[in-house]
């Protein structure tokens, strides 16, 4: 199998599975009542960005293929994670409630920089 096609595949699986993922777990949290505020779409936004944290920092002192590291960023945190919810969530959050909508916006943008961030210190720290 070529390079290109691996990527391509490892890719797609990715994404096919961090979308499944996505959609159980914002169902879920949906079950729990939590129905005024998209928390499951912040929830896998924040949990995503802690994990791609962790990942950059992984991948910046390990050695590991193309194929590993497109599967696990490009397809299963795309899958996971998702901007066009969360625009959508935002956008009926400003027809219902300004200050709710200002809210999911920072959190999903302030959260989800300060877990990145926070991924990528701890990963290093345990490298050591």
């Known amino acids: 199998m070529s390079n290109n096609l691996q990527i391509i595949f490892s890719v797609g699986l990715g994404g096919a599975l961090g979308s499944i993922l996505r959609f159980y777990a914002v169902d879920y949290i949906h079950k729990l009542g939590i129905n005024s505020f998209p928390i499951g779409i912040l929830f896998v936004n924040l949990v995503g960005s802690l994990i791609i944290g962790i990942l950059y920092a992984y991948f ?3 050695e590991i293929s ?3 590291k497109a599967f696990l960023v490009a397809g299963f945190l795309g899958g996971l994670t ?3 919810t969360f625009a959508l969530d935002t956008y009926l959050l400003f027809n219902s409630s300004l200050n ?3 809210l999911n916006i920072a959190l999903n ?3 989800s920089i300060f877990l990145v961030m926070i991924g990528f ?3 290093l ?3 050591k």
């Open 100 to 102: 709710f909508a200002i």
């Open 82 to 84: 998702t901007f066009s």
């Open 121 to 123: 210190k701890i990963t």
């Open 66 to 68: 193309t194929a590993v």
């Open 60 to 62: 910046s002192t390990q």
């Open 109 to 111: 943008l302030f959260g």
């Open 125 to 127: 720290l345990f490298m």
